[in-house]
């Protein structure tokens, strides 16, 4: 149960637990502040705790000395001083110290672990070079080179990643991911990228003001709960296809602005499918319409994503035609929208019922988008294309070329013109 403040000030931990395993792979996530840099110092006996203790095997980490300590676990700190006149080699040899008798001298062993280090983090081009003549990602990695070099059962990392472009980022991360399984290293980094951490760690802690949140596999600590609470913003967890990991994206605030477009929670009706209205029902979202969609095929991403946001859907069954039954709830939704927005979809004989209905609809406001034009998209030798030249050349239809366009028509439709229904109550 470790506690830990700085001086006087409140506590950053009261009570903590955590326990790693030999060879983990672990990462602690956590918003700016919520103590992950502490948790490191504090693991690697920078910063003493006010209660509890730290255990290696066992053993109280007071008891070992630090050249004992040095041996079993090496930090790469966040931010670290370096004396500039050291060249690569020499910074790198550092890791040795606790190695060597107190007159430092040099044996076979320490040059081949600095070379084994300098090889496995591709620094041996830098080595005559002093560290002030490195890039902020070269010194990364020469800083992680001295780290290698002390061969430690246990390596702790402070954002090791931060400062490296995204072909570094993922080459650190397979070296430690190597390390971890090739060389039985147990490893705790701390990240601030959910998605690289989720990718490359077995377990995930994410602490929240000094407590731990959640803690597991990173399926179960990356939920869209889990991170919203804890960052206080919106995000979606969908499953990386590659990696089979978890994948996060945060949502855009931006998007918050088209809110005022529609503090009524006007509804729009969108005729979608084929994963390209992502975007758009995003942004629907966050605009607080009344969403409806339809129809469209179960497990299609844009139905995903639609019932992520909790719209409502008027779904069949994934690869089904258009029927009957469908089409006519879909026109209930229709009669009811003020609006019905139609995405740049591919139409086939399965779907090009939703744009035929929408003749039947000659009052009806519709904006359709038309990033790729219609011919383009057309399955069905023709019709689509006939339906969408028809429906276009109404006063009443819209078209877009971006989804940007398509919103400000209907900002314009929404905030412009009195609404048919209020007139039609001002008129009755
Ligand atoms: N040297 C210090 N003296 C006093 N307070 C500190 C010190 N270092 C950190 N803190 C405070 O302790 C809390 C936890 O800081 P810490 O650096 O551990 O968070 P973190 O999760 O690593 O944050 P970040 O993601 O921004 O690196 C913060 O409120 C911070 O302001």
């Not at 945060?250 to 499918?273: K, M, N, T």
Request: proline content about 3%.
């Amino acid at each position: 149960m470790l506690s830990f403040s700085y001086r006087e000030e409140k506590k950053i931990f009261t009570d903590l637990s955590l326990e790693l395993e030999r060879r983990e792979f672990t990462g602690i996530i956590g918003p700016n502040g919520s103590g992950k840099s502490t948790l490191l110092k504090n693991l690697s006996r920078l910063y003493e705790p006010d209660g509890g203790s730290i255990y290696l095997d066992g053993r109280s980490l007071n008891r070992l000395s630090a050249s004992q300590l040095a041996r079993r676990l090496a930090v790469v700190p966040q931010e670290m001083r370096i004396n500039f006149q050291f060249n690569v080699y020499d910074l790198v040899m550092m890791g040795r110290n606790p190695y060597q008798n107190r007159w430092g001298s040099v044996s076979e062993e320490d040059r081949d672990e600095v070379e084994r280090a300098m090889a496995l983090t591709d620094v041996r081009k830098f080595r005559d070079k002093t560290i002030d003549e490195l890039s902020g990602g070269e010194r990364q990695r020469v800083i992680i080179a001295r780290a290698l070099a002390q061969v430690p059962e246990i390596l702790l990392l402070d954002e090791p990643a931060s400062n490296l472009d995204i072909n570094y980022k993922s080459e650190i991360f397979d070296l430690l991911a190597y390390l971890n399984r090739e060389s039985d290293l147990t490893i705790l980094v701390v990240s601030h990228d959910l998605n690289l951490a989720a990718q490359y760690c077995r377990r995930l802690v994410l602490l929240d003001e000094g407590e731990i949140h959640s803690q597991g596999s990173p399926d179960k600590v990356l939920t869209e709960d889990n991170i919203s609470s804890v960052y206080e913003t919106g995000v979606v967890v969908e499953k990386n296809h590659i990696t089979g990991r978890p994948y996060v994206t945060v949502l855009p605030r931006e998007h918050r602005e088209y809110q005022s477009l529609s503090a009524a929670g006007d509804r729009v009706h969108v005729i979608c499918g084929g994963g390209n209205a992502g975007n758009l029902l995003q942004r629907l979202y966050f605009a607080g319409f009344q969403v409806s969609c339809g129809v469209i095929n179960q497990g299609d991403s844009d139905w995903n994503t639609a019932r992520r946001f909790g719209f409502y859907t008027v779904d069949i069954p994934p690869f089904a035609y258009l029927d009957e039954e469908a089409l006519e709830e879909n026109a209930g939704w229709v009669e009811k929208a003020e609006l019905v927005l139609v995405g740049d979809l591919p139409f086939g004989h399965g779907n090009v019922d939703n744009l035929l209905q929408l003749k039947e609809f000659p009052d009806k406001d519709i904006i359709m988008l038309n990033r790729r034009d219609i011919e383009e998209r057309d399955y069905t030798g023709g019709q689509a294309a006939e339906i969408w030249n028809e429906l276009t050349a109404r006063q009443n239809v819209k078209t877009a070329r971006q989804e940007e366009e398509m919103l400000s028509i209907v900002g314009n439709l929404l905030t412009g013109a009195p609404r048919k229904n209020e007139s039609r109550e001002e008129s009755g």
